[in-house]
């Protein structure tokens, strides 16, 4: 399998999460994207989904999917995403489209997380891929020198806006032992909106991509 076709086999298996009736919530990027085209498919069976991100609310508006605020929902049965690499205990480095503080916002509502990722996004130890971080714009040059402080080489996304009116500085070489300690230390800094780490709320499962087809895969 390519790794579209990959993107393409998660995403149809997700649709299995997916509870009838129900909203559900919707992620960003190219994996996230190949969800809503499957979700199209169903769309008279699911109340409508909550979206991670403006380009995410468009794509699911263009199919005619019914997208609502989350301070509109009681609740997220599920919500489904992709990652920029996930580890054995489902925890993720996320933001490479820059959506990462809608989509931990509503990861956080969603009672199940799943996962979607082709095999290249399963890796041993989260931190090849440089950490996004949300700044608002006057702290940048303070939230640069702190995470330099603490072993990273921060860079500003250059010429990217978030959804939120903020700024993406991507942070390379960061020592990620623990992964949760350093979501919640990165996000102390003052002028962080938050850091792209999704491990004090990781995924439940997750949909991985292979060879030799979908494997499901739950916290070790
Ligand atoms: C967007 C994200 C995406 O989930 C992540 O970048 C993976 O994207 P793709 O499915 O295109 O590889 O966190 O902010």
Partial sequence: MTQDEMKKAVAHAALAHVVDGKIV??????TANC???????????????VASSEATRQRLASHGIAVFDLDE????PVYVDGADEINAAM???????????????VAAVARKFVCIADG????PVLGRFPLPVEVIPMALGHVR???????GTPLRRAGFVTDNGNLIVDVGGLPIADPVELETR???IVGVVTNGLFACRPADVCLLGTADGVRTLTAA
């Fill in 73 to 76: 929902v009681e609740e997220l």
């Fill in 25 to 30: 919530g919707v992620g960003t990027g190219s």
């Fill in 145 to 151: 020198r702190e995470l330099a402080k603490i072993g």
């Fill in 91 to 105: 925890q993720m480095i996320k933001g490479g489209g820059g959506a990462l503080t809608r989509e931990k916002i």
């Fill in 120 to 123: 290249s996004k399963l890796v």
């Fill in 186 to 188: 990165i996000n102390q």
């Fill in 35 to 49: 969800f809503i085209d499957a979700l199209a498919a169903i769309k008279h069976r699911i109340g409508g989904a």
